[in-house]
């Protein structure tokens, strides 16, 4: 019964990590930062390292203004965010970095 359980929970990680890494969310920063750095953002886990972030964990409402400025906020400002086929515009942009 253990080793069932032990499994189970193996794969629930295992398909949680795989869901992570394909939920295509990025952020792009203005300034590189000096080590490779994660981050939580609203309950999102993001690796980042240069000028490139990457959404890693299971997303949590990351097409928001409010993920996207926590973000911000940890990294410094970014000069493009979002997912697939949902690329921040420049007015929700400069919402993200705190100018609107």
């Known amino acids: 019964m253990k080793y069932s359980m032990s499994m189970a929970a193996a794969a629930l990680l295992m398909s949680t990590v795989g869901s992570a890494q394909t939920s ?3 952020a792009t920063l203005a300034e590189p930062l000096a080590a490779k750095k994660e981050f939580i953002a609203v309950g999102n886990i993001w690796r980042c390292e240069g000028t490139a972030c990457v959404l890693v964990s299971v997303p ?10 926590a973000l ?5 400002a970014l000069t ?6 949902q690329s921040f515009d420049a007015d929700k942009l400069a919402k993200c970095n705190g100018h609107g």
């Open 80 to 85: 493009a965010y979002g997912g697939p086929g």
């Open 24 to 26: 295509g969310y990025t």
């Open 72 to 76: 911000e906020r940890q990294t410094g």
């Open 60 to 69: 949590e409402n990351p097409s928001s203004v409010r993920s996207c400025h």
